[in-house]
């Protein structure tokens, strides 16, 4: 079946640390992939989107993160987290020529002092 | 100045009720969608509106109805509510037609069904 993954449920890291959230798709074709980030209480933010070109993308935050085609990968890096930056995280996927954005089930980040 | 708005923030209402959410743009962007995130936190689109013309309209139960009285808002309307209706839902709005336009979401309103 066609799917979104996000294999870690929560994450803890200390504030800091490097981080690296994971994204697994299971579409035939390479998607449209972005993620996106869900303070408390608040909605969805772009952190980044890839379409095409340069496997690693830079985004808002401080974020990056790299195309895997080979591993149908897209997984989000930050080098040193910053207190603020616990939240949920979610991976989207759009299917090429499909007008549905298909998310995953998210990934909490706590970040410790 | 909130780019996308929603009100109200929370919502409690008793099962069977009809209710209404509603939602504003100030960005002058000509689609604007509806999300729902369940308590596990999954998120799903359910409509989006071009221009107060419908585009997308995912399998939801008729009892859910987006209205568009101008390209600005995007209201939803749900009658005869049912305990599974309670969630987060989500405004969210975007300059182009395409999904992959980035989207700029709304807060966000609790709504519960008891």
């Known amino acids: 079946a066609q799917s979104v993954t996000q294999p870690d449920i929560h994450i803890t890291v200390s504030e800091g640390a490097s981080l690296e959230l994971r994204c697994n798709y299971s579409?035939?074709?390479?998607?449209?992939l972005f993620w996106y980030v869900q303070s408390p209480g608040q909605g969805l933010q772009l952190l980044l989107k890839?379409?095409?070109?340069?496997?690693l993308v830079q985004g808002i935050k401080g974020f990056e993160a790299e195309f895997k085609r080979s591993q149908s990968s897209f997984n989000l890096r930050k080098p040193s987290v910053h207190w603020s930056d616990a939240a949920e995280y979610f991976c989207a996927v759009v299917l090429y020529n499909n007008n549905d954005m298909r998310f995953g089930a998210g990934t909490r980040l706590t970040v410790k002092p | 100045d909130t780019a996308v708005s929603q009100t109200p923030k929370y919502l409690v209402t008793q099962m069977g009720n009809d209710k209404s959410i509603k939602c504003e743009q100030n960005?002058?962007?000509?689609?604007m969608y509806w999300y729902k995130q369940d308590s596990k936190k999954f998120l799903k689109i359910m409509f989006s509106?071009?221009?107060?013309?419908?585009?997308i309209n995912e399998t939801v139960p008729n009892r859910f109805s987006p209205k568009s009285p101008d390209k600005a808002h995007l209201n939803l309307h749900i009658n005869s509510l049912e305990l599974g209706d309670s969630a987060v839902y989500f405004c969210?709005?975007?300059?182009?037609?395409?999904?992959?336009?980035?989207?700029?979401f709304g807060p966000g309103t609790r709504l519960t069904v008891l």
């Open positions: 890839y379409f095409s070109g340069d496997t």
């Open positions: 969210a709005s975007s300059l182009g037609l395409a999904v992959t336009d980035t989207q700029y």
């Open positions: 579409y035939g074709a390479t998607p449209y």
């Open positions: 960005l002058g962007h000509d689609t």
């Open positions: 509106y071009n221009n107060k013309e419908l585009i």
